[in-house]
């Protein structure tokens, strides 16, 4: 997961794709790889780089001139207003006054208002990437934003990919549930609606608490997870098969090929806790070790009891 605000704002402004602005800027290609983009949860930053307002419709437009790939749909993150984690959406402020079971039924209708006027937009400019998000704090909320999401891009496109809200916090047993509860209601959906859904998890961590039976079912996810030990100075490990995070300066030693560690002077960085070059090369390294682990547990063979 890239944050390069000030690279957006010059892609944007001069009406570059990203594909085309790194070839052209960095000599980068990514002909063979698949761009997503979130929106991000500060509308303050959002209106910054691109000088537009953040609404349904812009960023929709946003998506369609940067080129990408696949794109986030604007959801409301109710997960990361439970922890204070992220300033609180003006369309659920009223919503989270009256309690968490009604800021989480109104973030779900929000969240489908929002993206039906996406997928509008979408046909307008020719941008069809859209990846909806289930959120909601309750099962039944859960199911309802399944529901909204299948239904409404199952108009416009027989396969897509729907993104999972995790909070991106350790997880814990009533998370888990929660997402194993996600990840059946959009299976159920699609097929109702004959479409194929693949799922994407955002903010996903604590890998090792979701059983094999979700992590085989689940497409992707991204790297804030990983992204955010590496900041905090701590590293992934796997001993004896289980996964494990350390604080970096703890690790006396450790086995890993990843790229970073394969390179003296870059395994240095992975276990100096300072500095945000550091930090970068130890984000490969988590991610790598994720990776690896979750193949891992993939191919394990199940144990019948």
Known sequence: MLRPEPELRRVFAARLSLRHYLLRRHGVSLNGGVIVMDHGIMSQSFTETFS???????????????????????????RLYLGGEAPVDPAVKGALAKGVRELSRVAVEVGARRLREMVETGREVGFLGLAPVVQGLFKD?????????????????????????????????????????????????????GVRAKIHLLGWSSPERLDLDIVKRIYSADSL???????????????????????????????????ACRDPALRSYVLDPSGARRNDVRMVHNVHVLQKYLADIVRRPQTLI
Not at 248 to 256: F, T, V
Request: proline share 3%.
């Open 52 to 78: 537009l307002p953040k609404t349904a419709r812009n960023i929709v437009r946003i998506y369609k001139a940067l080129g990408v790939d696949l794109g986030i749909a604007y959801d409301v993150p109710v």
């Open 141 to 193: 909320d859960v199911e309802l934003s399944a529901e909204h999401s299948i239904s409404i891009m199952a108009e416009v496109s027989e396969e897509f990919v729907v993104a999972i809200g995790t909070g991106g916090r350790a997880l814990s047993w009533q998370d888990v549930e929660l997402i194993r509860h996600a990840v059946d209601a959009v299976e159920r959906y699609a097929k109702r609606h």
């Open 225 to 259: 997870t990983p992204r955010r030990r590496a900041v905090e100075g701590k590293a992934y490990v796997v001993y004896n098969g289980k996964l494990k995070l350390v604080n970096a300066k703890e690790l006396a030693s450790y086995s890993c090929n990843c790229p």
